[in-house]
């Protein structure tokens, strides 16, 4: 783990078997989004899941929140099957989800005020946060007047805040540019490693998986299922001298691999074998 971050081997949220559909736009049938999703994440674990369009990412992560129900199938953290939100989930979106009308320190303590700690105490609590994402100075600003990167910093110290013990991130760096993503994949490392939480990232950018992730979760599309959970074997402190590394390539070669949708002709060769041993049936 990052640093001095103590590795924890027990299991702290656990899908099983989840299955996921949708109603067919046309309202005729269902679509199956999710296909049997069975895995575990263990205590102070970062687990980073990827995967084409159309795989089930923010499905998976939405259900885990407790923000979409399952067709079948169930989560559970710390042994207990999650029933709804939760405080003891948090969540972080790609849109910052910040209320607009509230200042900055009390979007804060929004999060903190709704698991029912409120006044002095929430208002102390939030600054403490302010001061660990470096913020400290704009509590009283207002969600516009800062830039992307601080919105989404806002944004996580509200779900961190109230201390849950999970947190789930779906793309929330997925709408900065470059430069600032990149500064908010290190600083995310950095709450990571200072604090007793365990993370789970969806993302589509390979290097931001590889990067930051201590197993990534592959899933194929149509419907979303498991190709391969991949432990990324480059060592912590992680910086970019990482991304040179030849574990680094080699674990990103093989990522794309396992997402990359078979090529036209593939497909085209798989039919053939298939129409060809039913018409070699007697």
């Known amino acids: 783990m990052e640093g001095s971050k103590e590795v924890f081997n027990d299991c702290i949220l656990e899908a099983r078997h989840i299955v996921k559909d949708f109603e067919n736009s046309s309202g005729k049938g269902m679509h199956r989004v999710l296909d049997d999703i069975s895995f575990s994440v263990r205590r102070r674990e970062f687990l980073s899941v990827i995967g084409p369009s159309g795989c089930g990412k923010s499905t998976l992560i939405r259900i885990a929140a407790g923000l979409e129900t399952a067709t079948s199938g169930e989560f559970l953290l710390d042994g207990k099957v999650v029933r709804g939100t939760g405080a003891e989930r948090g969540m972080v979106f790609q849109k910052y989800s910040l209320f607009p009308w509230l200042s900055v320190k009390q979007n804060v303590m929004f999060g903190l005020e709704s698991t029912g700690r409120g006044g002095d105490e929430a208002e102390e609590v939030a600054e403490q946060w302010l001061e660990i994402v470096g913020l400290e100075k704009y509590g009283e600003f207002f969600p516009k007047q800062l830039s992307g990167g601080m919105q989404q910093r806002v944004a996580i110290a509200r779900a961190l805040a109230p201390q849950p013990r999970v947190l789930l991130m779906d793309e929330p760096f997925g709408a900065l540019d470059a430069q600032t993503r990149t500064q908010m994949q290190r600083y995310l ?23 930051l992730s201590d197993r990534i979760l592959t899933l194929q599309a149509n419907p979303g299922k498991i190709k391969e959970l991949v432990d990324v074997p480059i060592p912590r402190p992680r910086n970019k001298e990482s991304l040179s590394l030849r574990e680094f390539n080699e674990t990103r070669k093989h990522i794309e691999e396992l997402i990359r949708p078979p090529k036209v002709n593939e497909v085209v060769e798989e039919d053939f074998k298939i129409v060809n041993m039913v018409g070699m049936q007697p």
């Open 189 to 211: 490392l950095e709450v990571w490693k200072n604090i007793d939480i365990t993370i789970i990232f969806v993302t589509h950018d390979l290097d931001e998986a590889v990067f």
